[in-house]
């Protein structure tokens, strides 16, 4: 909570304390008075500084983010139209990540100086080294316009079939995957070979366990706590590529929205994209901190 009182404190007067006038900067250098007026009168620019920030709080406590400059509809009514294309992005990101981005970590630690091991660890750096965009305009190119195997751009809802959905969600999946797994890849297989080294995993291998359940059941588990944490803050990394996914994939999601908001200077749209992000940041970091417990026995608050 007091983070998000800092964040919110912060958007507020980003604006406000800026040199000039806000509703100039808002509407630009071609804005009639009357459109100057609205402005002021839809934020609040008349009242004294703390009357607006008490009136801003107030509204916000009850859900309202105001309404756009713009499209002259309520922000949060314009954040519920885009959010199902960015959270299915995120979740098929996450999941797919995760799927093949542990195991190639595992299996790298596993096979420690082999060509296995180099093998993972350039293509993290491939990962790490090539853009988002670079990434989707290829697979676009490949398996869009030269196998004609997917749709080249848009979205489909769920609910219209998991077919259409599927075709339309697959490449932005694996586009924005690609530096996520790398991330993960690169930090499983460190914390990997931190465990292996350990007297506990020598002697379950010296007991004659499986190598498998070695590394499953004794060295993964252990090393499961940092492998988390990158998880939770490779968020950034999630985030950002949304914005970009969604630009090259031309997704009416989220990220397209703060793009279109920040190019028209609808600053409440603005404002709410910042508090909607810092809140997420913070629900992963608690969420992470909650998985600690969960995953070592030995971690209390």
């Not at 100086?113 to 790490?128: A, H, P």
Request: with cysteine; hydrophobic share 55%; aromatic share 8%.
């Amino acid at each position: 909570m007091p983070v998000m009182g800092v964040v919110a404190l912060f958007v507020f007067l980003l604006l406000r304390l800026t040199p000039g006038d806000p509703a100039a900067i808002l509407a630009g250098d071609n804005a009639t008075p009357e459109r100057l007026e609205r402005i002021r009168t839809s934020l609040g620019l008349n009242e004294p500084l703390i009357v607006q920030f008490v009136t801003w709080v107030n509204k916000l406590l009850h859900g309202d983010l105001g309404t756009s400059l713009i499209s002259n509809l309520p922000v949060m009514k314009m954040i519920g139209q885009r959010v199902e294309p960015s959270i299915s992005i995120a979740l098929s990101t996450i999941i797919l990540a995760v799927i093949v981005a542990v195991p190639l970590g595992v299996i790298a630690a596993w096979k420690h100086g082999t060509w296995i091991d180099r093998f993972v660890m350039g293509l993290s750096v491939l990962g790490f080294s090539v853009p988002v965009f670079v990434v989707g305009y290829v697979l676009i190119e490949i398996f869009a316009i030269d196998l004609r195997w997917v749709p080249v751009q848009g979205f489909k809802s769920i609910s219209n079939g998991f077919g259409p959905f599927f075709e339309r969600i697959i490449l932005p999946t694996c586009a924005l995957s690609f530096i996520y797994i790398a991330l993960i890849a690169r930090m499983t297989r460190a914390a990997m070979l931190d465990v292996l080294g350990e007297d506990y995993v020598r002697t379950a291998r010296a007991k004659g366990i499986n190598e498998v359940a070695v590394m499953m059941r004794h060295a993964l588990r252990n090393a499961a706590v940092p492998v988390i944490t990158v998880i939770g803050t490779g968020f950034a990394l999630l985030i950002s590529g949304v914005v970009v996914t969604e630009s090259v994939f031309n997704i009416p999601g989220i990220g397209r929205l703060t793009v279109d908001a920040v190019l028209a200077r609808d600053y409440p749209v603005i404002q709410a994209m910042i508090l909607l992000t810092s809140l997420i940041y913070v629900v992963v970091n608690l969420l992470i901190d909650v998985a600690y417990t969960l995953l070592d026995p030995r971690i209390r608050y």
